[in-house]
């Protein structure tokens, strides 16, 4: 038997031995060898290259957004003693920074404005502002941050109203600053109280043309309104007095805030109470009580960038934010919106940012506190001073000054990103003008004041639900089509079909979006009644089509090869949309008016967009249908037809066989289908670019549009400031998706290992 195996035998003939060591034989084998190991190397090299890159972008996006969650930082510097502080300047009503941080201004009780150097503090220039002979300046007041207007108050009830400016040279290549103060409404102070009672307390706001003055002397509030018209023809220029009279107050006045809007006024007065009054109508809108203690009295009050919020301070060092908003019955009432705690000591000053609405604080025993007001976040509470004093901040809120004493403290601060916290992220946030706390993404806009809205709560909402509505479409057809491929179909008509199904693959989608958005919103739009009819003629022509084709003679039938009877489906389905798409004018008459659309707004109160969920889980539902089908038709397909043949053999039907045997054995491989169409459908970016409104809005209705993390990542990167506080937050989306496909992967794999391990033994 052994001379039998490496032997053969011919007749007459004696047995011929095969040689398996000639060297070509060995050279082959070698040469295998060699390509299974390089194969094997080429394989994990290719692994592990690719699990770096992934972990590589992992750490990156996490090192651009890390920055994100760092708090604020303040370095001391040296201390100033400048010569006119140790000598006679006169109390400090006010300290400001210019832009660039290089030249301070002081105004003091005197009626003088000092500039100087904020690296020496030596003396630059000193203005006299222009005081009537023996009157004394009174109180002091500044338009909303931002604005460089100021005015004063002085004892015979009158005010001067200034700006200072910063004009910036270069003689001899040599950058200077030289500082000013200019008096846009002139230089002959106003009388605001007629009466010629010392103003306690002063405010103003530009609008346009139009600049309101506010002051209070006792408790008696005095407004005026300044209008300048031009004469087109002639230039002359004109200017108009309007006072506005308002009831007096009973309570002594602490400060007063003018809207920049100019339609409510606030006065806070008594311990703690602020008095709104509405100056387009001339009455009260309301009092409300700043503080529930009794014991607590509010001790420093500022207006917020914008000035529609006001930031109030009181006597056991906690901050609150209140504005104006809107009740359900449609009044407007001021609303506490967040707390801040920052220490116990009274509050003494209050600053706002001039580009953000972020704001510091000082209280009584010189600790300094940096906030902002949207995200709700506090950034840094740390001893900045040993007492209390009167600060200033630059306008790019990185530069702090504070006049303690005889001394000048300058501050370095370092505050980046602001803006974002946890809650500011996915939390719903009460933001200025909102009548009620939403998730709201809204990155830019073109005022200087505005409040970025960076919730990505509606994004990711956005995402889901553009994922939800294509897999309502693409799963079932897909998983249908699959089974019905690999398990009934002829193996001819398999090999035509597959291919065109793979094939569609292959279109890229921009094509997709690009119809979607051009061709199929509306239309969708002008043949909804006939597109839902549809769902339903559909599935009940191709049941009608099989219960006939059931009862037809089997001589007939049997004209049909197996495998081969889905062909006849083809007719049916294209009649059976011609027909409902023909019917969809008649329908849209006799049941919605003859405009569906306008039925859906109207009647239902359904908000109807153009390009909404329903276009794009028609488009995206067409791009994941190839990936769906594929895998799971190899899944199913490359079940054992021993299985197979085995259930038949005993007894089982083919839907038996199909159902306890095939799509069991095949569950891992058809669930890996639906997990990577849905990884395609959450990371798809093109077609709900196209094909979508990009609203970013959290409502699961079908006929309005959203926004998805892919999307958002794409139109506003390109416009983000590199390094700034959205670009960083548009690197988080990406790193929420990555995380979110990560874990759907990965969770996926652990289902499937499961189902693999489950039905392995059928």
Request: charged share 20%; proline share 6%; no cysteine.
């Amino acid at each position: 038997m052994n001379d039998l195996a490496n032997s053969t035998m011919t007749p007459n003939s004696s047995p011929v031995r095969i040689d398996f060591n000639t060297p070509e034989l060995q050279r082959k084998r070698r040469i295998r060898a060699l390509k299974d190991r390089l194969t094997r190397w080429y394989v994990l090299v290719g692994g592990l290259a690719v699990l770096a890159a992934i972990t590589l972008i992992f750490f990156y996006l996490a090192y651009v957004v890390v920055p994100l969650f760092q708090g604020a930082s303040l370095t001391s510097k040296p201390a100033l003693q400048p010569a006119w502080l140790q000598q006679d300047a006169g109390k400090p009503l006010m300290i400001a920074l210019e832009e660039q941080n290089l030249v301070g201004m002081r105004v003091s009780d005197k009626g003088q404005a000092l500039f100087f150097d904020t690296k020496t503090g030596a003396e630059l220039k000193r203005v006299d502002l222009p005081l009537p002979p023996g009157v004394q300046v009174t109180s002091i007041g500044a338009d909303q941050p931002g604005s460089p207007l100021i005015v004063l108050g002085l004892s015979n009830g009158q005010v001067v109203v200034f700006h200072h400016t910063y004009k910036i040279t270069y003689p001899d290549n040599k950058k200077t600053i030289t500082p000013a103060i200019d008096f846009p409404y002139g230089q002959e102070p106003i009388a605001l109280d007629e009466q010629g009672r010392a103003l306690e307390h002063v405010s103003l706001n530009a609008n346009g043309d139009t600049l309101l003055l506010t002051g209070s002397a006792g408790a008696h509030l005095q407004v005026l309104q300044l209008s300048r018209s031009e004469n087109m023809m002639t230039g002359e220029v004109t200017n108009e007095q309007n006072r506005i009279e308002l009831p007096q107050m009973t309570e002594p006045v602490k400060q007063i805030f003018v809207d920049p809007r100019q339609q409510w006024l606030y006065v806070i007065n008594g311990r703690a109470q602020a008095d709104v009054f509405n100056l387009r109508e001339k009455s009260l809108n309301g009092r409300y009580k700043l503080a529930e203690d009794g014991n607590v009295e509010i001790t420093a009050v500022a207006q917020l960038v914008g000035g529609i919020s006001l930031i109030v301070g009181d006597s056991k060092g906690v901050l609150t934010q209140w504005f104006m908003a809107r009740d359900p019955d449609g009044e407007q009432h001021l609303k506490r919106i967040r707390d801040f705690k920052m220490s116990d000591s009274p509050i003494v000053q209050i600053d706002a940012e001039e580009r953000r609405k972020g704001f510091i604080a000082l209280d009584a025993s010189g600790k300094l506190g940096v906030f902002h007001s949207t995200a709700h976040r506090t950034l840094l509470i740390e001893q900045a001073v040993d007492g209390p004093g009167i600060l200033a901040l630059s306008p790019r809120a990185n530069r702090v000054l504070i006049e303690d004493g005889n001394k000048l403290q300058p501050l370095s601060l370092k505050n980046p990103h602001p803006e974002v916290s946890f809650s500011a992220l996915w939390s719903k946030v009460w933001y200025e003008n909102y009548d009620e706390p939403k998730y709201v993404w809204q990155s830019t806009a073109s005022n200087t004041d505005f409040e970025p809205k960076l919730s990505l709560s509606p994004l990711t909402f956005g995402t889901l639900k553009a994922a939800f509505y294509a897999m309502i479409l693409a799963a079932p057809l897909a998983i249908a089509a699959a089974i019905y491929t690999a398990y009934f179909m002829a193996p001819g008509m398999r090999r035509k079909v597959k291919p065109v199904i793979e094939l569609m693959e292959a279109m890229p989608t921009v094509i997709l979006g690009f119809f979607a958005g051009l061709f199929l919103a509306p239309y969708l739009e002008g043949h909804l009644p006939g597109v839902f009819s549809l769902l339903l003629l559909l599935a009940l022509g191709i049941l009608v089509a099989g219960f006939s084709w059931s009862r037809l003679p089997e001589s007939i039938r049997l004209r049909v090869p197996d495998g081969w009877e889905a062909a006849i489906l083809i007719p049916v389905i294209l009649f059976t949309g011609w027909f409902a798409l023909y019917m969809s004018p008649f329908l849209e008459t006799w049941f919605f008016g003859g405009d569906m659309r306008l039925w859906i707004t109207n009647d239902l109160g359904i908000t109807y967009d153009q390009r909404n969920a329903l276009v794009v889980g028609i488009a995206m539902g067409f791009a994941v249908i190839p990936n769906i089908y594929s895998i799971a038709e190899d899944a199913v397909f490359s079940v054992p037809r021993s299985l197979t043949l085995g259930s038949l053999a005993l007894g089982a039907t083919p839907w038996q066989t199909l159902t306890r045997v095939v799509i069991l054995t095949a569950s891992p491989g058809i669930f890996s289908a639906l997990m990577i169409g849905m990884g395609r459908a959450v990371g798809e970016t093109m077609i709900v670019l196209m094909a979508t409104g990009n609203t970013p809005v959290m409502e699961l209705n079908l006929f309005e549009g959203m926004r998805t993390l892919a999307a958002n990542v794409a139109v506003e990167m390109p416009e983000s400031e590199v390094g700034g506080s959205h670009y960083r937050v548009l690197f988080l989306a990406a790193l929420v998706l990555l995380m979110f496909t990560f874990v759907m992967n990965t969770l996926a794999e652990l289902i499937r290992q499961r189902l693999r391990k489950k039905y392995s033994s059928l």
